[in-house]
């Protein structure tokens, strides 16, 4: 029997302090926001997304992505609050590719982006890890992590997916399902396949899905 411990998917470190101060901003004055976006990019993650930032400028250029939301306390007459969210590529293997996200709002500035995973144990058969059964999958904790693999971003349903394979076959992988709420995205599902048997059978590790 051989146990495994995993900190799926793979991402950078956590825990970073970026915060640069906005000023409310108009559609006209997206692209300076898109700037201060980007230095924030390259002041973060000048070393871990150097792929990125060593290559041609419209390598470490932002998608831009816009939300909205409200406070359940927030009168009525109060308009929406406006989320802008910025995508920046970081860094690519042969069938994955790694993005981090900042997020911009009138009243706190830009900040970088953490998305809650969970860490866990995974217990095979035999000595084999790769080709062996899977005897169990166990939640071991939640942390922080920076970067999404293969993500997407749903803004009509409010999500950011992702899907990260762990070999090019596409038969081991660990998938994750973020709900914007209230100016945050909230893990709701996370899937772990972690048998090497060329089939897709995912275990479901978190659930929150019938909660919202």
Request: proline residues 4%; hydrophobic residues 40%.
């Amino acid at each position: 029997m051989t146990k495994i411990t995993r900190l799926f998917p793979l991402g950078l470190a956590s825990g970073l302090c970026v915060i640069l101060a906005l000023p409310a901003l108009g559609q006209e004055e997206n692209a300076g926001e898109a700037e201060i976006a980007r230095a924030a990019f390259e002041a973060a993650y000048a070393e871990e997304c150097s792929w990125s930032l060593g290559g041609s400028p419209d390598m470490a250029e932002p998608e831009r992505f816009e939300f909205s939301y409200r406070y359940e306390f927030d009168d009525a007459e109060m308009p929406d609050r406006s989320y802008r969210l910025y995508r920046f590529f970081c860094s690519q293997g042969a069938y994955n590719q790694n993005h981090v996200y900042f997020a911009a709002e009138d009243d706190t500035g830009i900040v970088p982006v953490q998305f809650a995973v969970p860490a866990f144990d995974v217990v095979y058969e035999d000595d084999d890890e790769r080709d062996g059964a899977v005897e169990a999958i166990t939640v071991t904790g939640f942390h922080a992590q920076a970067t999404l693999t293969n993500s997407e971003i749903d803004e009509g349903a409010g999500t950011i997916t992702s899907y990260g394979l762990w070999r090019g076959l596409g038969d081991a992988f660990s998938s994750g399902t973020w709900v914007f709420a209230e100016g945050r995205f909230v893990l709701v599902r996370f899937e772990v396949d972690a048998s090497y048997d060329g089939e897709v059978t995912p275990e479901t590790l978190v659930d929150y899905t019938g909660l919202r």
